[in-house]
């Protein structure tokens, strides 16, 4: 196990490539497109709890976003890029659809 600040991954993935499986934690969304745009090659990102604050609305059981935070990762969804929400290993995974999330700002 490997942790790094955001700029230390981003050196990290253009200097060496990263085996076939791979689990990368972050903690804030803006990260995760962040890495993908310095050349993380990823095919889904996996949300876990987001939790409810203002501003925020409920998409899920324990995953709360802002308007913001959607927009975020619907460019790496455009680009095909799976956005799921699984809260546990246990729980069966649910592929999200930015587009649906942004009608319940509206």
């Not at 090659?41 to 976003?65: A, C, Y």
């Not at 969804?77 to 929400?85: L, V």
Request: charged content about 30%; hydrophobic content about 40%.
């Amino acid at each position: 196990m490997k942790i790094f600040r955001l700029s230390e991954a981003i050196e990290e993935i253009k200097k060496n490539s990263l085996p076939d499986r791979t689990l990368i934690l972050v903690g804030k969304i803006p990260d995760v497109v962040e890495l993908i745009k310095n050349g993380l090659d990823v095919n889904e990102v996996i949300l876990g709890q987001l939790g409810f604050s203002e501003g925020k609305i409920k998409i899920e059981k324990t995953l709360s976003m802002t308007k913001q935070g959607v927009m975020i990762l619907k460019e790496p969804e455009d680009n095909g890029i799976k956005m799921i929400y699984q809260q546990v290993a246990t729980e069966k995974p649910k592929i999200l659809k930015t587009k649906e999330f942004l009608q319940k700002f509206t």
